[in-house]
């Protein structure tokens, strides 16, 4: 079961910065937490990673809580590609399987 | 560079024929998973190859499905025979055998979309 709470769905204006909450008050010290995306009949995408530190890539931003139990992905500037399901999972090793949830079913409008 | 190739992209077969998916993950990738998604469910993890080796198969249904990797390369799945329930989108993903633990990157496939009538 996935160990992450992720609304279920969210909309934003494109331009704007859009910020997905991911709850994960469960997690261990040793797993890190990643972000994947699905757009629409397509494969999952990698978009970040992070451990305990704040995280930026030409993506996103990856904002984790001093106290690690939740965080936030943070898309600059929406544009209507960025139309996706989000799922933000926390993994310990390379050796367990990545396990999705729901995901945030994300609307970016015109 | 390419990317995980999955083929077909599509598949439709009646029940209790037999159908192999493959999957060419990303040159030099070690790990190899396949996931499925069945229609409104969650994305499922199935299985995972380190090289040739069956890392984890704990999530495969059940004996109808068999998935290898001879050469540690290309990997297929069969299904035999398929059941109506098998419809769904399988999806593969390769990734690097990480230095450390979690950091770990997955590159996905397209996927196959299978449809078992």
């Known amino acids: 079961d996935a160990k992450t709470t992720q609304p279920t769905s969210m909309d934003c204006a494109e331009g704007r910065a859009a910020n997905l909450p991911c709850n994960h008050s469960?997690?261990?010290?040793?797993?890190?937490v990643y972000w994947y995306r699905q757009i629409h009949s397509q494969g999952p995408q990698y978009i970040i990673h992070g451990l305990k530190n704040n995280e930026t890539n030409e993506m996103a931003s990856l904002i984790i809580t001093e106290d690690r139990k939740s965080s936030t992905l943070i898309l600059p500037h929406a544009t209507l590609r960025d139309t996706a399901v989000y799922y933000c999972i926390v993994r310990y090793s390379g050796n367990t399987p990545l396990v999705f949830g729901k995901g945030t079913r994300l609307s970016v409008i015109a | 560079e390419a990317g995980v190739t999955q083929f077909p992209s599509h598949s439709v077969i009646e029940k209790g024929q037999t159908v192999t998916l493959r999957c060419d993950p990303i040159?030099?990738?070690?790990?190899l998973y396949w996931y499925r998604r069945v229609m409104g469910k969650e994305i499922k993890f199935l299985l995972h190859?380190?090289?040739?080796?069956?890392?984890?198969e704990s999530g495969m249904p059940n004996n109808r499905f068999l998935a290898e990797r001879t050469g540690g390369t290309y990997s297929t799945l069969k299904v035999q025979p398929a059941e109506l329930e098998d419809s769904g989108v399988y999806f593969c993903?390769?990734?690097?055998?990480?230095?450390?633990?979690?950091?770990?990157?997955?590159?996905f496939g397209s996927g196959t979309q299978l449809s078992v009538l």
């Open positions: 040159s030099g990738h070690d790990n």
């Open positions: 993903a390769s990734s690097q055998v990480p230095l450390w633990g979690g950091d770990e990157k997955l590159f």
């Open positions: 190859f380190v090289k040739e080796s069956k890392q984890d």
């Open positions: 469960t997690i261990s010290g040793n797993e890190y």
